[in-house]
């Protein structure tokens, strides 16, 4: 512009438009660069209206309207910056919370091997209602995947209370039954009537597995090549709805793995089609460490739907390695029951 301005004689005509050049700046640079930039193009503004024969009053209102638009787009970027600033501090408190509610799991917990992925259906969001936990305590290995209904705060904050809940009766109730009974009275006292959490509870005792579900997606047993979904015996509705849960009993072989995930992984959709989660659990679970195995997952769920999801979604791989205490764990009598029937 200087040049045009140059080459067009001693009469300044394009002086107003020198004040484009600090809003540009403002798109990206900081505020103190703003203003330097606004103070050269006022200088040079002043310097082409000095040059004239004789001072115009349009001039004279060209230059100050450059000095005027300095001040103004560094106003602009001082508060882009601090909107910058606020959502790099956000962002610093979304992690922090995320790991207070979805702690990383394994490399190994009690007898098993494990690895959970939180996969966010929003590139800004790093958590939502989906919840995961798997702790070692007296009765054995016990893990948790739930769903909240609905997104947003609200979700977070009931997620966190079912943790929070499981956390502590986990620890202390020796029939999963009764730990669903207490998140069950956990997630009544904090929901609305419509309110609920699909959720499934699994727990593995010397190489035995119970299996709780609370109208939660069966979880995948990956076993020889060969992918069984682990059905309820009886459907049961969400927490909130009063659950009366059937256990289901399985028993483990070393190199089993077992699949535990949320509704988005099976509404994964690309025109129109489901991801096909039980067609392709072993190709992409069954080899590697469990943690490789999820990271595959989540790599060919995310081409199958173009990196859109509608849905987030939590996962849970986990493998039995065998008892390496070398003692046999007695195991209940309602579950040798449930085991033979």
Known sequence: MSAVEAADGRKAHYIALLAAVPFLASALAS??????????????????????PKMWLVTSVNVVAVAVATGLAAGVAWARQRQAERIVELTKLASVAQQAVLRPLGPQVGTLSVAGRYISSTATAEIGGDLYEAIDTPYGVRMIIGDVRGKGLDAVRLASIVLGSYRHVAYE???????????????ARNVGDEDFVTAALVEERGGTLTIVNCGHPPPLLLRRGAVIPLEPPAPAPPLGFMPVVRPRVERLEPGDRLLLFTDGLGEARRDGEFFPTADRAWRLLGHGTVADGLASLETALVEWVHGRLDDDIALVLMEYVGDRRGAA???????????ES
């Open 329 to 339: 764990v007695a195991v209940p009598s309602w579950e040798v029951g449930a085991a």
């Open 173 to 187: 109730r020796a029939d999963l039954r009764a730990v669903v009974a207490d998140l069950d009275r956990a997630v």
């Open 31 to 52: 505020w103190l660069v703003v203003l330097g930039v606004g103070i050269v193009a006022t200088v040079v503004g002043v310097g082409f209206a000095l040059v004239e």
